[in-house]
C-alpha cells in the first residue's frame, strides 16, 4: 500500500496562514494576564478570523459545520496550532468541545444536534466531557456512577475525576452505569447533563502545570452528581452503547493530541538550537560542544519519527477508519509522549538556570508534557495493547522458522 502525505497547493497555503496567525496573533496573548472571561473576549476577534479563512471546526464534515478535511490535513493544522495552548480554541476545536461535537454528531438525535452540537461548532457553548474516576485507573468497568430512569427522567447519582472544563462548561456528557446486569462493555450509557441543573457540584484541581487553577483556557475539578435529574430524552446513543462510544470519540482525538505534541516539540526544539547558537562556555558556543550536537541531532531524529508515525495514522484512518487503525493509535500515543518529554527535557537543560525559571515558557511546557502519559489512557495500557495485537499474528512453532539446520535440510531436499 502506497503511503500519500500529499496536500493540494490551496490547502497548504491555508497552513501558511495559521502558521503566521499563531505566531503573531496569538503568541502575544500568552504573556497577558488573562482570566477565563478576558482570553475568550480577546479570542472573539480572532475566531471570526479563522473562520473567514475556512480553518474553523476543521474536526467535523462540511455536513455538520465543518471543513471536511479528514484526519491527515487536521492533523498538518494541529502540528501548527499545538506551538500555543491558546490555539485550539481561537481555531475551533479544543478538546474535550471537539471530541463531544463528534460525539453528538455521530449518536445524537436531530434535536441534541441542534440544541447542543450546532452552538458548540459555533463557539457560543463549552462542554465537558465526565467520564473517569478516581481509584479505576484506566478500567471503566469499575466505574460506580450510575443513572436510573425514574418515569421520564434520568436520575444521576455519582462522583466524576479530573473532568476538562467542568465548572466553565454549559453541559456536561456523563458516563454512567444505566444497565448493571449487562456484559462489562454494555453496562454503561451516557447522558447530556445541563450544567445549571440541581445536583451538581464541581471542585477545581490545581495542577502540576496550574496549581492555582489560573489557565485561562483549561480547568479541571472533581465533579460530583446527586440526584440529578434530566429528560429521558438526554440520553446519548442507545443504552448501553457508553463504552462503544468512547472509543469512537477518543481514538482519533490521539491522533490531535499527538499532533499537537509535534507542534510543542517544534517550539522547544527552535528555543534548543536558538540558544546552543547564542551561548558560549568554556571557550565556544554552545552548539560546538558535542554533547549539545547529540541532543540537536536526537531530537530532531525524535521529532521526525513522532511525526511520520503520527501522520501515517492519520492517513490509514482516512483510508480504513479508526477502528482498524487502533495499533496506531495507541503506537503514537505512547511514542509521541515520550520524544515530547525528551525534547522539552533537552531544551531545559541547554538554557540551564533560565530554562528552569519562568521567564521561559519550557517549564510550564515540561509540566503539561507529564500529563500526556496518563491522559488518554496510561502509557502502559497503551504497550499493552500494541503488544497483544502485533503478538496475535504470530503462531507458536517447535521449531523456529528461521532455524537454519531444518531450513538447511529442506532446501536440500528441494534441489
Not at 497552513?15 to 504573556?31: G, H
Not at 489560573?214 to 446513543?237: F, K, T
Not at 487502533?326 to 503506537?331: K, L, P
Not at 503514537?332 to 515520550?338: M, S
Request: aromatic share 8%.
Amino acid at each position: 500500500m502506497t503511503w500519500d502525505f500529499s496536500i493540494e497547493p490551496d490547502y497548504a497555503a491555508k497552513l501558511d496562514w495559521a502558521r503566521d496567525f499563531v505566531r503573531e496573533r496569538i503568541y502575544p496573548l500568552e504573556v497577558l494576564d488573562l482570566d477565563h472571561a478576558s482570553f475568550r473576549k480577546q479570542a472573539a476577534p480572532l475566531q471570526d478570523e479563522v473562520k473567514a479563512h475556512g480553518l474553523w471546526a476543521a474536526h467535523l464534515g462540511p455536513e455538520l459545520g465543518g471543513q471536511g478535511y479528514g484526519q491527515l490535513r487536521l492533523g498538518l493544522l494541529h502540528e501548527i496550532l499545538g506551538r500555543s495552548e491558546l490555539a485550539p480554541y481561537v481555531f475551533g476545536c479544543q478538546a474535550p468541545d471537539s471530541g463531544n461535537a463528534e460525539l453528538i454528531a455521530i449518536a445524537g438525535t436531530e434535536d441534541q444536534r441542534e440544541r447542543w452540537m450546532k452552538p458548540l461548532l459555533d463557539g457560543r457553548l463549552l462542554s465537558a466531557f465526565s467520564m473517569t474516576e478516581q481509584g479505576t485507573g484506566s478500567d471503566p468497568r469499575q466505574f460506580t456512577t450510575r443513572a436510573e430512569l425514574d418515569g421520564d427522567e434520568w436520575v444521576l447519582n455519582g462522583r466524576k475525576w479530573f473532568v476538562g472544563n467542568a465548572s466553565r462548561a454549559d453541559f456536561h456528557i456523563v458516563m454512567a452505569v444505566t444497565e448493571p446486569d449487562a456484559s462489562p462493555r454494555e453496562r454503561m450509557s451516557m447522558l447530556i447533563v445541563p450544567a445549571g441543573t440541581p445536583g451538581i457540584s464541581t471542585r477545581e484541581l490545581g495542577l502540576m502545570n496550574d496549581p492555582d487553577h489560573r489557565n485561562p483556557v483549561w480547568s479541571h475539578c472533581e465533579v460530583g452528581y446527586e440526584d440529578v435529574r434530566v429528560p429521558a430524552e438526554n440520553l446519548l446513543g442507545g443504552r448501553g452503547e457508553a463504552f462503544v462510544l468512547a472509543q469512537k470519540r477518543l481514538g482519533p482525538g490521539r491522533i490531535h493530541h499527538c499532533m499537537r505534541w509535534i507542534g510543542v516539540c517544534r517550539r522547544a526544539f527552535d528555543m534548543l538550537c536558538e540558544r546552543a547558537v547564542s551561548v558560549s562556555v568554556h571557550g565556544g558556543p554552545l552548539a560546538q560542544k558535542q554533547t549539545v550536537q547529540n541532543w540537536v541531532a536526537d531530537c530532531a531524529a525524535a521529532i521526525e519519527s513522532a511525526r511520520l508515525l503520527t501522520l501515517h495514522t492519520a492517513w490509514k484512518i482516512d483510508q480504513v477508519g479508526a477502528e482498524n487503525a487502533r495499533t496506531e493509535i495507541a503506537m503514537i500515543k505512547y511514542h509521541g509522549a515520550t520524544v515530547l518529554h525528551d525534547v522539552i527535557d533537552k531544551a531545559i537543560q541547554v538554557h540551564g538556570s533560565l530554562g528552569f525559571s519562568t521567564d521561559m515558557p519550557l517549564e510550564q511546557m515540561y509540566r503539561w508534557a507529564r500529563a500526556a502519559r496518563i491522559y488518554d489512557g496510561p502509557d502502559e495500557v497503551h504497550r499493552v495493547t500494541v503488544a497483544r495485537r502485533l503478538l496475535a499474528q504470530y503462531e507458536p512453532v517447535d521449531v523456529p522458522t528461521e532455524h537454519i539446520p531444518t531450513r538447511r535440510a529442506a532446501a536440500e531436499a528441494a534441489r
